[in-house]
């Protein structure tokens, strides 16, 4: 959906390229689906430290008012309000009582077609 309007797919994450790629080949989600993955080999701190959302950022040429961050956790949420990064968390049955950071959008259903109605957008 990103793609068809034209804005970039970034996977931000924390964990090691081994686990994202034995993820994504698990899932059936080819690599390429994604203009940029951010893994944990490829930043200083993880999350909840903003770096790896700074480092998609100046990857992808994006300003983080056209960049929207999908998370699950408290922790990935945080380090998306730290960048600068609108956040959306939808958080799964293991993080439902988690307290989120001030500036979270809690979502109980994910729809982003509201996020992507121009063409230079990205979603982390």
Excluded: W
């Amino acid at each position: 959906m990103v793609k068809n309007h034209g804005g970039e797919l970034g996977l931000v994450t924390s964990t090691s390229l081994a686990n994202v790629t034995a993820l994504l080949d698990a899932i059936g989600i080819a690599h390429h689906a994604f203009d940029l993955i951010v893994h944990r080999g490829l930043v200083e701190q993880p999350k909840p430290a903003p770096d790896a959302y700074l480092f998609a950022l100046e990857a992808l040429k994006a300003t983080p008012s056209n960049v929207v961050a999908v998370e699950d956790n408290p922790d990935g949420a945080l380090a998306a309000i730290q960048s600068g990064v609108r956040c959306l968390a939808t958080p799964g049955e293991f993080h439902a009582r988690s307290i989120f950071p001030d500036g979270v959008e809690l979502q109980s259903r994910l729809d982003l077609a509201p996020y992507f109605t121009g063409t230079d957008q990205a979603a982390a």
